[in-house]
């Protein structure tokens, strides 16, 4: 049975900093690209970064980059996204997914096959 657990979400105020977890049973980790989305209430999925199967290459949101990092173990079958410097318009449910091309990365969560329940981040002002 494959499961993505997402962790590390809460509540935190302007400037501060989070840092998200994802861990992955059932599927070999090292041979999927992993993808970090998140939705705001009323608001469409989007994506916030991701990351190769090999870790040598990352995208980020334009509203992220600088401020967020992700990054990957995969011996551990985890992955992260470190966030600094939160701002209120971070505030959103955040989704863990993986892409059966290691090599590839994507924008769009339609080309995510398996996907975590989410973990909430609010960012008071």
């Known amino acids: 049975q494959v499961q993505v657990v997402e962790s590390g979400g809460g509540l935190v105020q302007a400037g501060g900093s989070l840092r998200l977890s994802c861990t992955t049973s059932?599927?070999?980790?090292?041979?999927?690209?992993l993808g970090w989305f998140r939705q705001a209430p009323g608001k469409e999925r989007e994506a916030v970064s991701c990351i190769t199967s090999d870790g040598r290459r990352a995208d980020y949101a334009d509203s992220v980059k600088g401020r967020f990092t992700i990054s990957r173990d995969n011996a551990k079958n985890t992955a992260y996204l470190q966030m600094n410097n939160l701002k209120p318009e971070d505030t959103a449910m955040y989704y863990c997914?993986?892409?059966?091309?290691?090599?590839?990365?994507?924008?769009?969560?339609?080309?995510?096959?398996?996907w975590g329940q989410g973990t909430q981040v609010t960012v008071s002002s």
């Open positions: 059932g599927l070999t980790f090292g041979d999927y690209t």
């Open positions: 997914a993986t892409r059966f091309f290691p090599f590839s990365c994507s924008a769009s969560w339609r080309d995510f096959g398996y």
